[in-house]
């Protein structure tokens, strides 16, 4: 079995996160909504992972989801068959055997060597400027450009989904084409304290903005609460290293907060999440500008 080559190195590249992390399938499996099972056949290319499983071991690996994601749309596109590859080339699939049993070549046709008068055609055969092949000079030029056009196409469209994913998102989730993932990994209170994207909170169609509010130095603090995971957390962008997001649920001890690094800028940096046993009314989302110290904690809600 072989795999095309959009298809071949979007798995190269999900194991080389794996490895990255350390984790067994296993335990990715647990730190996931996806079970171990899953995890191996997105690694081994068996199967086509969902956008939300490169997006959440993008997370856990702590890399930028952009050129995965950029992978993942040319692999999609094969995968449901709305284009064909753009390379000719296949990568086989991690311990797949090659070639079909059984299978054989497709016999050559004998070419007609018997005695044609002028002007006549053998009966049952075709005409003779129908029967004549294609020069060499003229397939090898045909094939030459259908391979350059293939590789301007893949470059791109890599490098407009490149553009599209660096820097934070100004739009909302993913569109409607993006399927609803239904495992988050946790709910309720047991989502207290959990990063919201590595439990799949975050996916499409599972996230409601309640608010969106402008802090000082144009910061920017979302209140996100997910249905499925029946939690809220806050979700920033515009931070400056030093900066200390908050939420705060009414009736809950526990507020969660997140301290902005120097690898945060120009990112969205999301808050732990805060389970709401008694409805979103009242959360209040907090930002403390740690660049310049004097100015003080501004709170919403």
């Given amino acids: 079995m072989t795999l095309p080559a959009e298809c071949g190195h979007l798995a190269a590249e999900l194991r080389r996160l794996r490895r990255r992390t350390g984790l067994s399938l296993v335990d990715l499996g647990r730190r996931t909504p996806y079970s171990k099972s899953s995890w191996e056949r997105y690694l081994n290319g068996k199967q086509q992972p969902p956008r939300q499983a490169v997006e959440v071991l993008c997370a856990v690996a702590r890399e930028h989801p952009g050129r995965l994601l950029a992978l ?5 596109a094969v995968w449901s068959g709305r284009a064909v590859p753009a390379s000719p080339r296949a990568v086989p699939v991690p311990g797949a055997r090659s070639g079909a049993a059984g299978s054989d070549p497709a016999p050559a046709v004998p070419a007609f060597t018997g005695p044609v008068a002028a002007g006549s055609a053998p009966a049952g055969s075709a005409p003779a400027a129908e029967r004549a092949p294609v020069p060499g000079g003229r397939r090898r030029r045909l094939v030459l ?22 820097g934070p998102r100004q739009t909302g989730d993913a569109g409607p084409a993006e399927k609803m993932i239904r495992n988050p990994g946790c709910a309720g209170a047991g989502c207290a304290g959990k990063d ?27 209140l996100r609460y997910g249905a499925l995971c029946e939690a809220v957390w806050v979700r920033a962008s515009g931070l400056k290293p030093g900066d200390r997001v908050e939420v705060i649920v009414p009736g809950v001890a526990d507020p969660q907060e997140v301290r902005a690094g120097d690898l945060d800028v120009g990112k969205y940096v999301a808050t732990p999440m805060v389970p709401v046993p008694r409805g979103t009314a009242g959360i209040r989302s907090c930002v403390t500008p740690g660049q310049p110290a004097a100015e003080a904690r501004v709170c919403f809600g």
């Fill in 145 to 166: 450009t259908g391979s350059v056009l293939g590789g301007v196409l893949l470059v791109l469209t890599a490098g407009l989904l490149l553009l599209r994913e660096s």
């Fill in 196 to 222: 919201p994207v590595r439990m799949g909170c975050g996916g499409a169609g599972m996230v409601t903005a309640l608010r969106t509010d402008t802090g000082p130095g144009d910061r920017q603090l979302e």
């Fill in 72 to 76: 993942w749309e040319l692999a999609d």
